[in-house]
Structures are given as structure tokens and as C-alpha cells.
């Protein structure tokens, strides 16, 4: 069940005719999906298929992969000797010996400085076969890595919804305020236009549309309904099970810049404080988010 962490770690280990694959995946949070992959030399021409085994098992996220052949079958190139060669390179030593009266030996030192004496192959290992190997290990690494990413996806989950409720119950608390808070700004407003108006008579329609106008640019209710709508979504997307880290982290935005809105319509500095808590959920949010996969 979704969410998923990006983060994890799988091994897989396959054993077959004397050969042992091994096959590790690490895995860390990254906006995108950005592989890393590391195979023996002569397996470079697997790579394809590897990056496209790891494109369907990840949405995003960084993808280390190691591939390695262990044991006594990890043999590197085929070293052979060129005896013929060697052969005549100590007969042209000894002649020079000879012939300019060296009394030095010629010893083994001096033959290995010789070119092509000792040549390298590389092996030409039957792709096909090694691949029906090494993608088994692969499928017990990437089951292992899916696992941790499970149980840490849950537990993230877990922490979201409870950080969302505490979002939702400060929500709550400037909602029940605001009533107050009107209310004080009107007779603030009142006390204000009479000490100005020194005891004329204030026209109570005129008194009306000011208050009328300033509840207008205090009034945060949409703001409120759409933080409600977010939070309704945000809930609804850690059920979800497709890759929801791109939506979360982009409802979060507007979390933000609605939180903003009401903070500049309402200048109360109990609601400043409120507002200073929220965005410090969102924040805390986000840091979480980050590993959504």
C-alpha cells in the first residue's frame, strides 16, 4: 500500500554451476529518477535491460545499483605467454650479452619488460545465460529494497497524518477566533471614528459600510475552505496507490500560500502566532514528504 519511502536497501545473492551473482540496490530520495549502475565489464551491454527493470519498480528517486560476480568464477582477463616470443627476445639478450662483453645475467626481470611476452584476453562470457542469473538476483535485491521501502513508507504515513491533524485542530482554533476578533475590530473601529469625530453624531449607515469593508478584507473564509479541501486531499492521496511525493509536495505550496493569505487579512497577533504554527507543520510536512516516493 502506498505511500512508499524512496528510501531502502535490498541484497540478492544467486548461486548456479559454481558461479555466485550478487546483486545490491540502494536507494535515497531524488525529485527525479536518477540510476546508477555498476557492472562487471563484460556485462556492460546488460545495462538497458537493468535501467529498465529498475524504471518499473521506481517512480523517482536515486538507484544504485551494484552487479558482481564473486568467488573463484570472477576471474579477470585470460593471461597467456607467448613462448616462441620469449624465446627469441632471450636469444637477441644473450647475443647483445656477447657481443659487448656483459658480464650482467639476464634474469626473468628483464624478459617481463619485453612487449606482448605476457598478453591479456577478455573473456566473452554467453550473455543470455549470465543474464537468466544476474536478473534473478536482481528480482531478490529489488524484492528485499521494496519491503524497507514499504515499512518505511508506512510509518511515514503514520507520522503525515498525525502532523495533518494537528494542522487541521490549529485550523480549527482560528477558525472560532475570527467571530471575536471581528467583533473587537468593529468596536475598535467605532471607539476610533468617535474619538475622531469628537461627539458628532455618527451616521450609523456610514458606520455600516465601513465595518461592511473591513470585514470584506479580513474575511478568510475562502481561504479556510480551501485549506479544507487541501487537507481532505492530502489524507486521500496517502491512500492512494500511485507515486503521490510530486502531489503532496505541490499541495503543500498551497497549504503555504493560503496559511500566507490569512496571516496578511487578519493582523491579530494571536492569529500571527497560530499562522507561525501552521507554517511550521507545513514545514515539518515537507521535510517528510522529500521521501515519498
Same mark, same amino acid.
Given at each position: 500500500m502506498r505511500p512508499r519511502s524512496m528510501t531502502g536497501f535490498g541484497r540478492g545473492e544467486i548461486v548456479s554451476e559454481g558461479r555466485t551473482?550478487?546483486?545490491?540496490?540502494?536507494?535515497?530520495?531524488?525529485?527525479? %529518477? *536518477?540510476?546508477? =549502475?555498476?557492472?562487471?565489464?563484460? !556485462?556492460?551491454?546488460l545495462e538497458t535491460r537493468?535501467? &529498465?527493470?529498475?524504471?518499473?519498480?521506481?517512480?523517482?528517486?536515486?538507484?544504485?545499483?551494484?552487479?558482481?560476480?564473486?568467488?573463484?568464477a570472477a576471474s579477470g582477463p585470460l593471461l597467456s605467454v607467448n613462448s616462441e616470443l620469449a624465446r627469441q627476445y632471450h636469444t637477441c639478450l644473450m647475443k647483445l650479452k656477447s657481443e659487448l662483453n656483459i658480464t650482467s645475467s639476464i634474469d626473468l626481470d628483464d624478459m617481463l619488460n619485453m612487449r606482448e611476452i605476457i598478453t591479456q584476453e577478455e573473456q566473452n562470457p554467453?550473455?543470455?545465460?549470465?543474464?537468466?542469473?544476474?536478473?534473478?538476483? %536482481? *528480482?531478490?535485491? =529489488?524484492?528485499?529494497?521494496?519491503? !524497507?521501502?514499504?515499512?518505511?513508507?508506512?510509518?511515514? &504515513?503514520?507520522?503525515?497524518?498525525?502532523?495533518?491533524?494537528?494542522?487541521?485542530?490549529?485550523?480549527?482554533?482560528?477558525?472560532?477566533?475570527?467571530p471575536e476578533i471581528m467583533q473587537t475590530r468593529h468596536s475598535e473601529l467605532r471607539e476610533r471614528l468617535n474619538r475622531l469625530l469628537?461627539?458628532?453624531?455618527?451616521?450609523?449607515?456610514?458606520?455600516?459600510?465601513?465595518?461592511?469593508?473591513?470585514?470584506?478584507?479580513?474575511?478568510?473564509?475562502?481561504?479556510?475552505?480551501?485549506?479544507?479541501?487541501?487537507?481532505?486531499?492530502?489524507?486521500?492521496?496517502?491512500s492512494s496507490n500511485e507515486p503521490v511525493g510530486r502531489r503532496l509536495d505541490f499541495l503543500l505550496q498551497e497549504f503555504l500560500r493560503e496559511v500566507?493569505?490569512?496571516?496578511?487579512?487578519?493582523?491579530?497577533?494571536?492569529?500571527?502566532?497560530m499562522t507561525v504554527e501552521l507554517k511550521n507543520e507545513i514545514e515539518k510536512l515537507r521535510e517528510q514528504v522529500q521521501n515519498i516516493e
Open positions: 551473482w550478487v546483486a545490491e540496490i540502494r536507494t535515497v530520495n531524488h525529485r527525479f %529518477l *536518477d540510476q546508477r =549502475i555498476v557492472l562487471p565489464r563484460t !556485462m556492460s551491454l537493468i535501467r &529498465k527493470i529498475i524504471a518499473s519498480n521506481h517512480d523517482r528517486g536515486r538507484v544504485e545499483v551494484s552487479i558482481q560476480l564473486v568467488g573463484d554467453d550473455l543470455d545465460t549470465e543474464w537468466k542469473m544476474i536478473c534473478s538476483a %536482481l *528480482d531478490v535485491a =529489488i524484492g528485499e529494497c521494496y519491503s !524497507m521501502r514499504e515499512q518505511e513508507g508506512r510509518a511515514l &504515513k503514520e507520522d503525515l497524518l498525525e502532523r495533518i491533524d494537528s494542522f487541521s485542530y490549529c485550523l480549527e482554533m482560528i477558525e472560532e477566533r475570527i469628537d461627539g458628532v453624531d455618527l451616521d450609523p449607515v456610514r458606520f455600516a459600510q465601513e465595518a461592511a469593508l473591513l470585514a470584506d478584507k479580513s474575511d478568510v473564509t475562502e481561504e479556510v475552505v480551501r485549506l479544507r479541501s487541501h487537507i481532505s486531499q492530502f489524507v486521500s492521496f496517502l500566507n493569505t490569512i496571516a496578511s487579512k487578519i493582523s491579530n497577533a494571536e492569529i500571527a502566532h
